[in-house]
């Protein structure tokens, strides 16, 4: 299975492309163009969070469930969209969270988290398809078992990453995680239904590059321009 990814990304995945159901999600794929449906974010997209941050350069994970399925929205980073596209409601309480957290954070008119990724944060949806207009649609066709083993091989062979993980689908992804070795920080989802229940006020951005100075790593710019 021929895939466009960061070569770093592909030493540590290669076999995951060869392996049944990898080959079973690329049919499925191959048959949702075919039934003429339209699928985002587009196939140049796919792996953008893996082609922006490369293995090597990793410093944290934040973790989402599934790309945006309206209209040009899903750009292959969790919680981001495409410059011109209005921010989604949930990456609007990131930027709150960022104003209080962040001293001098300027709340950006996009929602494009490209800055993020080439920082070193993994922008990582647990399903990096969907069916336009069809929320979960692609759920449970095998990229699960792929994103699962992709944060098992961050777990397994780096040191001092920051886990970001909000809301309980996010929160269930610990357990692959070796927290002896890593930092998991955990806070309520950032959606409008939960963000006043524990993601408002849990300061994971300056949290987040405390413990990466704490770890001789250069902290991240949330700042977005």
Known sequence: MAVEIESSWLKILYNEFEKP?????????KQEKEAGH?????GSDIFNAFNHTPFTHLKAVILGQDPYHGANQAMGLSFAVH????????LANIYKELKTDIRGFETPNHGDLTKWADQGVLL??????VQAGLAGSHQKKGWET????????ISEEK???VFLLWGRFAQAKAELIDQTRHHILKAAHPSPFSAESGFFG??????????LKKEGKEEIDWQIV
């Open 21 to 29: 159901y990898m080959l079973q999600l690329k049919q499925f794929l």
């Open 38 to 42: 339209k699928v985002y974010p587009k």
């Open 83 to 90: 410059k011109g596209i209005p921010v989604p409601r949930s």
């Open 124 to 129: 990582l949806n647990a399903t990096l398809t």
């Open 146 to 153: 792929f994103t699962d083993t992709v944060i098992r091989k």
């Open 159 to 161: 040191e001092g990453i």
């Open 202 to 211: 849990c300061h994971h951005f300056s949290k987040t590059n405390e413990i």
